[in-house]
């Protein structure tokens, strides 16, 4: 029998029918063998007839059963992480996100500095943390807690904006009582 394109002799008798290639693996028309996707692909449309590559912030392991796990899909990076090779390459892993550095949402490519104000210490994060009070960062990308300088004596740091909104501006600083803003 030969087999039509998604589908394989498994065992290799002629008098029983071709079955469907499970997922993660293709077969062209009258193979007898379904095989792994490679790296970095995916049987996308899920019919096993060919292997994709994967989107940007996006990877597959060979044969790869996708992230529900039907082999139709390639894995989404995780927030906290990203695909960071250059040209992409999706047969890689995504990679945890600098310390400095956060990402909120998946399928990303990058990881973004954490803004004046907040800073960073771990690997993989998905938020920044503010400054203890009485402190501020006035760089961004700042990695550790000990990155948030003390305000001079007579002023603060507030992670409250002007209209009392949580965030930070990005001209922040220490600020005197009288509203005069230094460090």
């Not at 029983?16 to 062209?28: E, H, I, L, M, W």
């Not at 956060?102 to 990058?110: D, I, M």
């Amino acid at each position: 029998t030969e087999c039509e394109a998604g589908k394989a002799d498994a065992d290799g008798n002629p008098g029983t029918a071709c079955v469907a290639c499970s997922s993660g693996k293709t077969s062209g028309l009258g193979e007898t063998l379904c095989v792994d996707c490679p790296a970095g692909t995916s049987d996308k449309d899920g019919l096993h007839l060919t292997c994709e590559d994967c989107d940007h912030g996006m990877y597959a392991s060979a044969g790869s059963h996708g992230e529900d796990n039907t082999g139709t899909g390639c894995i989404s990076c995780p927030a906290g992480r990203h695909d960071h090779d250059q040209p992409p390459n999706p047969a890689t892993p995504c990679e945890l996100c600098a310390a400095g550095q956060v990402q909120s949402a998946t399928k990303q490519v990058s990881c973004e500095d954490c803004p004046i104000g907040k800073y960073q210490h771990n690997l993989g994060a998905t938020e920044c943390l503010n400054c203890p009070g009485g402190t501020w960062i006035g760089v961004v990308g700042t990695n550790a807690v000990g990155g948030c300088i003390d305000c001079a004596a007579g002023k603060f740091y507030s992670a409250v904006d002007s209209d009392g909104i949580p965030g930070v501006a990005a001209d922040a600083s220490c600020t005197a009582a009288d509203g005069s803003a230094s460090a």
